[in-house]
T-cell receptor, first 113, second 118 residues
Framework: DAGITQSPRHKVTETGTPVTLRCHQT?????MYWYRQDPGHGLRLIHY???????DKGEVSDGYSVSRSKTEDFLLTLESATSSQTSVYFC????????????FGSGTRLTVV | AQSVTQLGSHVSVSEGALVLLRCNYS??????LFWYVQYPNQGLQLLLK??????LVKGINGFEAEFKKSETSFHLTKPSAHMSDAAEYFC????????????????FGQGTILTVHP
């Protein structure tokens, strides 16, 4: 299996609290991505990274921030969690652009109450 | 901007029947196209991808897809469904002409849940 792990796998948090999700890879891939999955919406890109300290916003970035201080770790932070951020979050990695495609982590199921 | 549409959020077939999952893309140039499968409580796995080398692409588990430029389609098929094929399937697209500026971003369709009846 590709070396990509997400933590935690499940989390319940209260509205208004900050939450950080972690994605860790052992593949030394340059590109990393955070998506959220919601019924009827497929997967939507939150943020992505194209190198250490190089990140940019995706289509649903409001309320989220990211950091990548080293190649292997990509952190997603919900600055002040809201119920609309209840979702399944997936991290993905890719070794290049174009036709490489992604390898996905197993996901984090986040519930905001 | 790239977009992809999967026709039918739910598809139900009998075991042994043909599986056809539809995907249409919106792009001014032929993009790279992917099909992923997601089993319950798991991440997504790559089934197959189109990269312009051949219009008929074979993937894992007996699935294949045909790229049709004139129809802007990349439908996924399997001749004979198996119970283990029950899962959610996602079509995705990336822009080959954006080069490095695309950063490899994929745009996903809404997903199609495949149910297989005995």
């Amino acid at each position: 299996d590709a070396g990509i792990t997400q933590s935690p796998r499940h989390k319940v948090t209260e509205t208004g609290t900050p939450v950080t999700l972690r994605c860790h890879q052992t593949e030394n891939h340059r590109y990393m991505y955070w998506y959220r999955q919601d019924p009827g919406h497929g997967l939507r890109l939150i943020h992505y990274s194209y190198g250490v300290k190089d990140t940019d916003k995706g289509e649903v970035s409001d309320g989220y921030s990211v950091s990548r201080s080293k190649t292997e770790d990509f952190l997603l932070t919900l600055e002040s969690a809201t119920s609309s951020q209840t979702s399944v979050y997936f991290c993905a990695i890719s070794e290049g652009t174009g036709d490489y495609g992604y390898t996905f982590g197993s996901g984090t199921r986040l519930t905001v109450v | 901007a790239q977009s992809v549409t999967q026709l039918g959020s739910h598809v139900s077939v009998s075991e042994g029947a043909l599986v056809l999952l539809r995907c249409n893309y919106s792009s001014s140039v032929p993009p790279y196209l992917f099909w992923y499968v997601q089993y319950p409580n798991q991440g997504l796995q790559l089934l197959l991808k189109y990269t312009s080398a051949a219009t008929l692409v074979k993937g894992i588990n007996g699935f294949e897809a045909e790229f049709k430029k004139s129809e802007t389609s990349f439908h996924l098929t399997k001749p004979s469904a198996h119970m283990s094929d029950a899962a959610e399937y996602f079509c995705a697209v990336s822009d080959p002409w954006a080069g490095g500026t695309s950063y490899g971003k994929l745009t996903f369709g809404q997903g199609t849940i495949l149910t297989v009846h005995p």
